[in-house]
């Protein structure tokens, strides 16, 4: 669990709260059921117009990554790229085909496989650059369905606020009526500009930057495998992903032939 993503958004709902409660308001006045269905439901029935369906869903779905942490192995990966780049350099490239099968990142898996079927560099960089894009792309939708949503939900606040305003109306003639009922009329847009800032909008830029970590892992495992497919040195290799790996702490060389061999044998 993302816990500090979690305990963020609760510390802000009870600083929003305990504020509300020290200039003496009554905490009632912020639970308005038709406020929420208006701000949330219009909000979600806007989206719908916006994005297919089953964008929707695979958005939401998506949303789940900003409060579930998942185990990351990139490492593991870099060290099945040089330990591949140590064995293509002693059997060559044609040696792989019996470690393919035991690769365990499909993007790796399927760029060996290139690199074994065709010999040309340029070649296998342009198609394994047009998959990373389409990935892209797919992954950033996610993104931009919520940007949407946070736009939405602060203008659908403002409906529920003109509803409000307009049933209060009628007391016109009655100040303390009409004065409680324009505070309630205006937590509509309290929860359409909360919803959009607290939630909406925040998830958007983790899923970017998730996709962002995506592409750049992509990136990296695509230098290796076309500089496996030039059969370059294991060393050279390592020393290209260099900048990756001490952008992820903790990373140790290891021996190609030992500890990196793990991953394509077991």
Do not use: W
């Not at 929003?16 to 639970?31: Q, Y």
């Not at 690769?103 to 990373?132: C, H, T, V, W």
């Not at 970590?213 to 290799?237: A, D």
Request: glycine content about 8%; aromatic content about 10%.
């Amino acid at each position: 669990m993302n816990f500090s993503a979690i305990i963020a958004i609760f510390a802000a709902v009870v600083l929003i709260l305990f504020s509300h409660r020290t200039e003496g308001a009554s905490m009632v006045s912020l639970i308005q059921p038709s406020a929420i269905m208006i701000v949330l439901g219009g909000t979600f029935c806007a989206a719908v117009v916006n994005f297919k369906p089953s964008t929707l869903v695979n958005a939401i779905k998506a949303s789940l990554d900003v409060f579930v942490e998942k185990d990351k192995p990139h490492m593991n990966v870099i060290d099945e790229i040089i330990y591949l780049a140590h064995q293509a350099r002693v059997k060559g490239l044609f040696g792989l085909n019996n470690l393919i099968d035991n690769i365990q990142d499909p993007f790796l898996k399927r760029g060996i496989q290139l690199s074994i079927d065709f010999n040309n560099p340029q070649m296998i960089y342009d198609i394994l650059k047009a998959e990373i894009s389409y990935d892209e792309e797919e992954e950033l939708i996610n993104s931009r369905v919520f940007e949407a949503l946070g736009g939405y939900a602060p203008t659908f606040g403002i409906v529920g606020a003109v509803f409000g305003l307009i049933q209060i109306m009628g007391y016109i003639q009655q100040p303390d009526i009409l004065a409680q009922g324009i505070a309630v009329a205006f937590v509509s847009t309290l929860y359409g500009v909360g919803f959009a800032n607290l939630l909406f909008l925040p998830i958007a830029g983790k899923l970017k930057m998730n996709t962002r970590e995506k592409i750049l892992f992509k990136e990296v495992v695509l230098q290796g495998i076309v500089s496996i497919q030039m059969e370059e040195s294991p060393m050279v290799i390592e020393e290209k992903l260099l900048a990756y790996l001490k952008y992820h702490n903790g990373y140790h060389k290891t021996d190609n032939t030992t500890q990196a061999g793990v991953y394509c044998t077991r």
